[in-house]
C-alpha cells in the first residue's frame, strides 16, 4: 500500500486545517488508518485512528475535541479536519495504514502497530 499524504501548510492559532491521505495497491477498507505526528527533537506520537468496518474513531487527549478523523473506503481516502490550532500542533504529520487483526486505542495508537507510512506533511502553527 502506497501512502500520500497533503493539506499541511503554515495557519495562524486558532486556525484550521485539513489534512488529506490518498492510499494505493491496496483494498482500503481492510486497513485500519491512522494519524501520527511528529515534533523537532520529539519522538513519533499518536493523533488520531480509524478503524477498518464501522470506522471507530479514537483520538490523544491533547486533540480531543479538536480534531476529527474520517474516511471514504469509496476513494481511498482518509482525512484530518484540525480545527483551534495551537502552537503545540506544529509538527510533520504521517498517515499510515495497519492490516492487524486487532483494533482498539491501545493497538492503534503504537507506531509499531502500523505496516505502511506516508512520507508526511509539515504542519505550522504560529503563535
Known amino acids: 500500500v502506497q501512502l500520500q499524504a497533503s493539506g499541511g501548510g503554515l495557519v495562524q492559532a486558532g486556525g484550521s486545517l485539513r489534512l488529506s491521505c490518498a492510499a494505493s495497491?491496496?483494498?482500503?477498507?481492510?486497513?485500519?488508518m491512522g494519524w501520527f505526528r511528529q515534533a523537532p527533537g520529539k519522538e513519533r506520537e499518536f493523533v488520531s485512528a480509524i478503524g477498518r468496518n464501522i470506522g471507530t474513531t479514537y483520538y490523544a487527549d491533547s486533540v480531543k475535541g479538536r480534531f476529527t478523523i474520517s474516511r471514504d473506503n469509496t476513494k481511498n481516502m482518509v482525512y484530518l479536519q484540525m480545527n483551534s490550532l495551537k502552537p503545540e500542533d506544529t509538527a510533520v504529520y504521517y498517515c499510515?495504514?495497519?492490516?492487524?487483526?486487532?483494533?482498539?486505542?491501545?493497538?492503534?495508537?503504537?507506531?509499531?502497530?502500523?505496516?505502511?507510512w506516508g512520507q508526511g506533511t509539515q504542519v505550522t502553527v504560529s503563535s
Open positions: 499510515a495504514a495497519d492490516s492487524g487483526y486487532y483494533s482498539g486505542s491501545y493497538y492503534l495508537s503504537r507506531p509499531t502497530e502500523y505496516d505502511y
Open positions: 495497491g491496496g483494498i482500503f477498507s481492510n486497513y485500519n
